[in-house]
């Protein structure tokens, strides 16, 4: 029986369940009505519930240590993220590692063990996937955890509004006025895809104009991802006036499709990005894209992570996205 388990039973939150279980006595009122803590004490006992002991020991020894899974650090977004953690981290007197999934599931179900297995306070996951499996059963072991870069779930997370950041893609385009716009979406299991792309779509809706399916090309977030999702858009013959890559690296990929192609940015095709990382105001057409706050996002996924493990209960949060606009778009 696994705290997942009760909460499915019950109807409630993870987070709840755990709260209540591990709050002795009226400290768990903290976290709702005295009837609802009798019916998940209740529930628990009737199920046999015993909590892990290993994430008791988490809770009540602490090592100090937290826990950071990426899916490659090499990503300057991922890396900046991560040094905004590794900064907040030092301030609050706690030490961090870091280790890369590559958006593999078993990959992060074994780091997520080894990190457990060195007795981490608590993770932040940077590779989280909207089916949120792995990081439901992480929960599920009682240890304190919260996203960062991607939402999933009802997990505390620390994210940038992407929906918004794809609304004012979309608006900014629309005032420009593209009417055929097309979207290198990322990767589909990516939280920072599904919104992006969601925002844009809803903000050219509103304008009256379509994006057909055919013109939201998945691919990774880099310039070989753009690049190929760009080309195979193209290949199509359906040559779109405005291009929104979901990320910077994927839309300097597509800039060379275009330029390969003879397209010319902005006056054939409009172009933008996502994230402002520092190389899209130095490329020859420097880039209009979406300023996301990276650093911002990793100190707040450590805050709200000692909030957590000191038994508060954080929403979470979504930090604001800023159009900037430059002379691709």
Do not use: K
């Not at 400290?27 to 909590?51: N, V």
């Not at 020991?57 to 100090?64: A, F, K, N």
């Not at 997990?155 to 420009?176: I, Q, Y």
Request: charged fraction near 20%.
């Amino acid at each position: 029986m696994t705290l997942r388990m009760l909460a499915d039973g019950l109807g409630v939150s993870v987070s709840t369940v755990s709260r209540v279980l591990n709050s002795p006595g009226d400290a768990a009122l903290r976290w709702g009505s005295a009837a609802t803590i009798e019916r998940i004490r209740a529930y628990a006992d009737e199920r046999g519930y015993s909590p892990n002991p290993q994430a008791a020991s988490l809770r009540t020894s602490r090592s100090g240590l937290v826990g950071v899974l990426v899916p490659r650090l090499q990503d300057f977004v991922l890396a900046t993220i991560y040094e905004g953690i590794e900064e907040a981290a030092v301030e609050n007197g706690l030490s961090t590692f870091v280790t890369n999934s590559l958006d593999d599931p078993g990959a992060q179900r074994a780091r997520s063990q080894m990190m457990i297995d060195r007795r981490v306070d608590g993770m932040i996951f940077g590779d989280a996937h909207l089916d949120h499996l792995v990081v439901d059963e992480v929960a599920d072991r009682g240890v304190p955890l919260v996203l960062v870069s991607r939402r999933a779930g009802d997990h505390v997370s620390a994210t940038c509004d992407d929906v918004l950041g794809g609304r004012l893609v979309g608006e900014h385009l629309v005032r420009s006025g593209r009417t055929r716009p097309a979207i290198l979406a990322g990767q589909a299991f990516a939280s920072t895809s599904h919104d992006r792309v969601q925002g844009a779509v809803e903000a050219f809706a509103e304008a009256g104009i379509e994006i057909p399916r055919s013109r939201i090309v998945h691919g990774p977030f880099d310039a070989a991802g753009g690049r190929i999702a760009a080309e195979q858009l193209l290949a199509a013959g359906d040559v779109p006036d405005a291009i929104f890559a979901t990320n910077d690296f994927a839309a300097i990929g597509a800039l060379g499709v275009l330029r390969d192609r003879g397209l010319r940015v902005p006056d054939d095709v409009a172009l933008v990005g996502y994230n402002d990382t520092p190389l899209a105001s130095e490329i020859l057409v420097p880039l209009t894209t979406i300023r996301s706050p990276m650093h911002e996002m990793g100190r707040r996924g450590v805050e709200l992570l000692i909030e957590l493990i000191g038994g508060g209960s954080p929403a979470p949060e979504l930090l604001e996205p800023v159009l900037v606009v430059r002379e691709t778009a």
